[in-house]
């Protein structure tokens, strides 16, 4: 059988902030914090998941703590903006108010190749698009969110990526990822967008891949994305597709257990990192559902180092609730 990529699995981005990282991400757009961690490459830093109650795949935004690290500078090769979705046009008129109300850096709600959204930026200035996914079953509301569930955030929509090669990337997504060419437009302001698609397609399975205007190379920083992950539903088919991106000449990484799921990393020709990780075992490996995020987790192998790592961490202080 054809083995297929469903859609997005998470996508990782650049805080300097994890106080207010966990500020904006629980209590403004009202995600749950399912894990909190350390990065397993530089236990120095938080890995933070924000997600639906369960933490499911295609739910999860994540984020490194490296508040050493210099602003994200946008360009090519970088991921941005991240399309999180809502049920409908009501939701954005709702949001719109919120970003009003709490000082959140908005646009208007427009149209934008097929697609009615809201531009919004984080604190520290990563990019998003709120998409109305037009009730398109999605990720299932957490019950302690500030957020109306009939206006939660339901996961991912897509990705928007600016390629240093548009060409190559096309062909690395359809060739070996299986993604299908779907579309193309000129958007306002400039840049020309191509959408592909994988799986049964629409919301959270979609990639935009916009040409860069200049040849400016951008760079992954505090406010940018690091990486976006692919789902596969097994480590099978993720032998599979490491195989299939050795095969088309990527450097791609051998499998690492991250516990929570398993990943290999490769570099697709524009410049952007990719993940291909697997759906399962989950947020629920170590904890259960209803302590998801409240404690430090560490996966087995860095438990016995929990004291050192856990006085090498900044404490995470959230001032009180305000909605
Ligand atoms: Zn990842």
Redesign the pocket.
């Given at each position: 059988m054809e083995i297929q990529i469903p859609g997005i699995h998470?996508v990782?981005a650049v805080t300097g902030d994890a106080s207010g990282n966990v500020a904006f991400y629980t209590r403004v757009l009202g995600m749950r914090l399912v894990k909190k961690t350390v990065n397993q490459d530089d236990v120095s830093a938080y890995h933070l998941f924000y997600a639906d109650r369960r933490g499911s795949p295609g739910t999860d935004l994540?984020f490194f703590d490296w508040p050493q690290s210099p602003p994200a500078r946008p360009g090519a090769t970088t991921i941005a903006p991240i399309g999180l979705r809502v049920n409908d046009e009501a939701a954005l008129e709702w949001w719109a108010k919120r970003f009003q109300e709490h000082d959140v850096a908005h646009g208007a709600i427009v149209e934008d190749g097929g697609r009615t959204l809201l531009v919004f930026a984080d604190p520290e200035g990563q990019r998003f698009e709120l998409v109305a996914d037009r009730g398109v079953p999605g990720g299932e509301p957490w019950p302690e969110s500030p957020v109306p569930p009939e206006f939660a955030i339901k996961g991912f929509y897509d990705v928007t990526m600016t390629s240093s090669r548009p060409p190559s990337t096309a062909a690395m997504l359809t060739n070996v990822l299986g993604f299908r060419a779907i579309g193309e437009y000129g958007r306002e302001g400039g840049g020309r967008v191509t959408v592909f698609e994988t799986g049964k397609g629409g919301p959270g399975a979609e990639v935009r891949v916009v040409s860069p205007e200049d040849g400016q190379i951008g760079q992954v920083g505090i406010g940018g994305v690091h990486?976006v992950?692919y789902r596969t539903p097994d480590a099978d088919q993720q032998v599979e597709w490491r195989e299939r991106a050795l095969e088309a000449g990527l450097q791609v990484t051998p499998v690492i257990d991250r516990f929570y799921f398993k990943?290999i990393y490769f570099r697709e020709p524009g410049g952007a990192l990719f993940?291909i990780?697997t759906d399962g075992p989950g947020f629920t490996a170590d904890e259960p559902e209803s302590e998801l995020g409240r404690h430090l987790a560490l996966p087995p192998f860095l438990e016995p180092r929990r004291a050192e790592i856990e006085a090498g961490l900044r404490p995470i202080e959230v001032a009180a609730e305000s909605n």
């Open positions: 998470h990782t994540t990486h992950a990943s993940e990780a």
